[in-house]
C-alpha cells in the first residue's frame, strides 16, 4: 500500500479558472517521520558515491526536465497562473542551473594550509580542510517559481552529498511532483529525496524541528521564515525571504530606459516576485515626466489569460487579491492619485499606478506580491536613500542615474543585498551572489555559495615530528 492510499489528499485547483487540477497527500507526521528514516539510510551511501556520479545525475535530470520542458510548463501555467511561455523559459533557466550546479560541484575542493604561515608556530603542522555534506537539507519552496527555486535547493544539497526532505508549497506540488518523477527517472537512489506534502499546520513544526533535520533552505514570506527561525535550534538556515525593492530615479536618469525597465520590474508575472520592483523613488523635478512615461507602459501592458502570455494575470489566489485591493484602497483614502487601474475581479488585480503615494500609506512598507506600483516623490536623493532604507527589508533596489560618482555613493548608502544599476530588480543569473540584508533573508545564495551551505569544513591536522 503506497502513502498516497494511506493519506488524506489534497485537491489542488488552478487559480486561472477553478479547475481541479490534481491532488496530494496530507502526509501526518509518523509519515514524514518514516520518510526521512529512509532519507537518513539513503544519504549514508549517497555520500560516498564519487562526486562524478553525483554530477552525473544532475546532467541527466536536467536532459529530462529539458525534453519534458512543454509538459511541466503546462503544468506551471495550470497550477500557479504564470504565463505559459515564462513557465516553459522557467524550465530551461532551470536546466541551466542544474548543469551548473553540477560542474561547480566537481570544483569543489578543499584546501591545504600549512602552519608556518602563523606568526607563532615553527611550521610542523599541515591542515587538510574538505567539505563534507551536512546530512539532511529540509528544502521548502515557494510557488512562484515553482521548479526553479525547488531546483535551486535540490540541486546544490545532492551534488554535496546531501539527503533532501522536499516540502514544495502546496500551490505548486504538481509542479515538484512532475520535477521529482523525473529525477526519479534519471536514477535518484529510491528515498533519498523525501517528498513531504501536506497541510503547513499539521507538518510544518514537526519538519522543522525534527532532528534528524540539519539544514533548512527556505524561500517564502518573512514572517514565515521568522517564525522558522524561532523554533528551530542548532540548524545551518539560508533564507529568501520578502522585499519592497525600490527603484529610485535621479534627476539626470535616462527616463525612457527608467520607465521600461521599471514596468517590466514591477508588472511580471503581476508582481508577485521578491525582487519586483514595489515602489519608485523619483526626483521631484522628473517625477511628472517620469509618471507620464510609466503610464504609457502600463497601458500597453496586456491583461488575461496565462495562456494568452498575458502580462498581467490573475493572482495566486483571492485572499492575495483582496490585501493587494486593501492596499490600493488605503492609499486613495489617504489622497494617493491613482493615475491607472485599481480594479478588482475576483484574483485579478488590474495593473494599477499610484502617484503622490506618502510615508503614511501602507502601500509605501508592505510587499503587495501584486501589480501595484507606488511613486513616492523625493526632494533629493539623501530622503530616497533615507525611505529606501527605513523598510524592514533589504532585498534588491534599482538606481538610474547617468552620474557614475552618484551610481556609486548611493549604491554604497542603500542597505540591500544587490543595488541593480540602470537595470530592473532581478535574481540571477543563478550564480551570481544572491543574499538579502535585515528581513529579506539570512545567508547567501547563488550556485557556489548555496553547495558552501549544505556542507560543512573537516580538518585533518597532520603533526610533523623530527
Not at 52 to 75: P, S, T
Not at 106 to 124: A, E, H, V, Y
Not at 249 to 263: G, M, T
Not at 286 to 308: C, F, H, M, N, T
Amino acid at each position: 500500500m503506497t502513502i498516497d492510499t494511506l493519506s488524506e489528499m489534497i485537491k489542488i485547483k488552478s487559480p486561472v479558472n477553478g479547475e481541479e487540477l490534481g491532488e496530494v497527500p496530507s502526509l501526518s507526521k509518523e509519515q514524514i517521520d518514516a520518510l526521512i528514516e529512509k532519507a537518513e539510510t539513503e544519504q549514508k551511501s549517497w555520500a560516498k558515491t564519487p562526486v562524478n556520479q553525483r554530477a552525473d545525475l544532475l546532467y541527466k535530470w536536467a536532459d529530462l526536465l529539458l525534453q519534458r520542458k512543454e509538459a511541466i510548463g503546462d503544468i506551471i501555467t495550470k497550477e500557479v497562473g504564470k504565463p505559459y511561455k515564462a513557465s516553459v523559459t522557467e524550465v530551461e533557466r532551470t536546466v541551466d542551473f542544474i548543469r551548473y550546479t553540477a560542474e561547480d560541484g566537481l570544483r569543489m575542493d578543499g584546501q591545504l594550509t600549512r602552519s608556518n604561515q602563523f606568526p607563532s608556530d615553527n611550521g610542523s603542522r599541515i591542515s587538510m580542510a574538505t567539505r563534507k555534506p551536512v546530512g539532511i537539507v529540509l528544502a521548502i519552496s515557494p510557488f512562484n517559481y515553482p521548479i526553479n527555486l525547488a531546483a535551486a535547493k535540490l540541486a546544490p544539497a545532492l551534488v554535496a552529498g546531501n539527503g533532501v526532505v522536499f516540502k514544495p508549497a502546496t500551490q505548486g506540488a504538481l509542479t515538484g511532483q512532475a520535477m521529482i518523477e523525473a529525477l526519479k527517472d534519471a536514477g535518484l537512489p529510491d528515498g533519498l529525496v523525501a517528498f513531504a506534502t501536506g497541510r503547513g499546520s499539521v507538518i510544518g513544526d514537526h519538519l522543522v524541528q525534527h532532528p534528524a533535520v540539519h539544514m533548512i533552505s527556505f524561500t517564502g514570506s518573512t514572517a514565515v521564515g521568522n517564525d522558522i527561525a524561532k523554533k528551530t535550534t542548532m540548524k545551518s538556515l539560508s533564507f529568501e525571504l520578502g522585499g519592497k525593492d525600490p527603484a529610485i530615479v535621479l534627476e539626470d536618469a535616462d527616463l525612457d530606459l527608467a520607465a521600461k525597465e521599471i514596468v517590466s520590474g514591477a508588472f511580471s508575472y503581476s508582481g508577485q516576485r521578491c525582487t519586483a520592483i514595489k515602489r519608485v523613488l523619483v526626483l521631484d523635478s522628473v517625477a511628472d515626466q517620469l509618471v507620464a512615461k510609466l503610464k504609457e507602459r502600463i497601458e500597453g501592458l496586456s491583461v488575461g489569460s496565462p495562456w494568452d502570455n498575458a502580462d498581467v494575470v490573475p493572482l495566486i489566489d483571492l485572499k492575495s487579491a483582496n490585501f493587494v485591493k486593501e492596499l490600493i484602497d488605503d492609499a486613495v483614502a489617504k489622497n494617493a492619485k491613482t493615475v491607472l487601474g485599481g480594479m478588482q475581479i475576483e484574483n485579478l488585480i488590474h495593473p494599477t499606478l499610484l502617484d503622490d503615494v506618502t510615508e503614511d500609506m501602507r502601500v509605501a512598507w508592505e510587499e503587495p506580491f501584486g501589480p501595484v506600483l507606488p511613486v513616492i516623490r523625493v526632494s533629493s536623493k539623501e530622503e530616497a536613500i533615507r525611505i529606501a532604507n527605513k523598510s524592514e527589508y533589504g532585498l534588491q533596489a534599482s538606481l538610474f542615474t547617468e552620474n557614475i560618482n552618484d551610481a556609486f555613493v548611493v549604491a554604497d548608502e542603500i542597505e540591500a543585498g544587490t543595488v541593480q544599476l540602470n537595470g530592473k530588480t532581478q535574481r540571477g543569473p543563478d550564480h551570481f551572489p544572491f543574499l538579502g540584508t535585515k528581513g529579506s533573508g539570512i545567508g547567501e545564495q547563488g550556485i557556489r555559495k548555496s553547495i558552501e551551505s549544505m556542507t560543512v569544513t573537516k580538518s585533518v591536522v597532520l603533526n610533523l615530528h623530527e
